[in-house]
């Protein structure tokens, strides 16, 4: 897969969300992911979920070909 392929994947499975956030919305989520990353750091916990060192694009990529990862659905139909 194309990085642009991939770019028009995630907009299909997250855009209708992100959109009806609003910037505003996404950028509240974006910090509260940062800050659980922060949180995994400081209390030295296995933080390789929320930081990505050494992660395999063609298989992290392989987990939205079937839509959200979550719910399975395109587009995203997970609650927040």
Not at 40 to 52: P, Q
Request: charged content about 35%.
């Amino acid at each position: 897969m194309e990085i642009k392929e991939f770019q028009n994947l995630i907009a299909r499975i997250y855009y209708e969300k992100d959109a009806a956030r609003g910037v505003e919305g996404t950028f509240r989520w974006f910090v509260e992911e940062v800050g659980e990353l922060a949180r995994s750091i400081r209390k030295g916990e296995g933080y390789h979920e929320e930081f990505a060192v050494g992660v395999d694009m063609e298989e992290a990529i392989k987990k939205y070909r079937a839509g959200c990862p979550k719910c399975g659905r395109t587009p995203c139909v997970c609650g927040e």
